[in-house]
């Protein structure tokens, strides 16, 4: 006799993590919001790394959830880089456009 397997991912789209891109919006004179759109059905988390002026600033994690607003107090030049993994190992590294502060 044939086993039948059943196709449980067309129930299930997001078993594996679907990257669908990224936004920056500026929200303040030295605020702004990043956000990464992603589609995944369990947890996943985001550390955040914030460089400045080249060098290593300081970073944070965020769990199931895709944005943050940072506020950038001192002057320099900024890039954002963000690590989104999940349990499964799936696994996207990207950074937003450089940002000066004056």
């Known amino acids: 006799e044939?086993?039948?397997?059943?196709?449980?991912t067309d129930r299930f789209p997001f078993l594996n993590l679907k990257y669908n891109?990224?936004?920056m919006r500026r929200i303040g004179e030295k605020s702004y919001q990043f956000m990464v759109?992603?589609?995944y059905s369990w947890n996943s988390n985001i550390r955040w790394?914030?460089?400045?002026?080249?060098g290593y600033f300081t970073s944070f994690l965020t769990n199931n959830e895709n944005e943050i607003e940072y506020n950038f107090e001192k002057p320099g030049k900024y890039t954002v880089i963000y690590y989104l993994s999940t349990?499964?190992?799936?696994?996207?590294?990207?950074?937003?456009?450089?940002?000066?502060?004056?």
């Open 49 to 54: 790394y914030i460089y400045r002026n080249g």
């Open 37 to 39: 759109d992603y589609n």
């Open 87 to 102: 349990p499964n190992g799936d696994n996207e590294y990207w950074n937003f456009p450089e940002i000066e502060i004056r």
């Open 21 to 23: 891109g990224q936004e």
């Open 2 to 8: 044939k086993m039948q397997f059943e196709n449980v």
